[in-house]
Nanobody
């Protein structure tokens, strides 16, 4: 059974940086894609970015391009989301997710496994 445990997040002022991690266990992830999503109360879960485990190919939503970076540590099965130049509109609960398919998707319904979510709050 795949388990994803997210950590990090917190409170930061606008323009600041935060890093969120997601420790994955239970499988070999070479054929997986790992995504980051975020959600605010009353809204649907939003795609942030995705990485293909085998070759680190990444894709991002336009609103975070140039500010957020997704990476993975294969040795430790850990996924990272580095967030720079944060804006108040980035405030949300951030979730990591995994799917055992190398085809990239931005649709949250395409992901089989989810971490527990971490709060990121950006003050103005």
């Amino acid at each position: 059974q795949v388990q994803l445990v997210a950590s990090g997040g917190g409170l930061v002022q606008a323009g600041g940086s935060l890093n969120v991690s997601c420790a994955a266990s239970g499988r070999a992830f070479s054929s997986y894609t790992m995504g980051w999503f975020r959600q605010v109360p009353g809204k649907e879960r939003e795609f942030v970015g995705v990485i293909r485990w085998i070759d680190s190919f990444t894709e991002y939503v336009d609103s975070v391009k140039g500010r957020f970076t997704i990476s993975r540590d294969k040795a430790n099965n850990t996924l990272y989301l580095q967030m720079n130049n944060l804006k108040p509109e980035d405030t949300a609960v951030y979730y990591c997710a995994a799917r055992p398919i190398m085809l990239i998707t931005t649709d949250p319904s395409g992901y089989y496994y989810w971490g527990q979510g971490v709060q990121v709050t950006v003050s103005s």
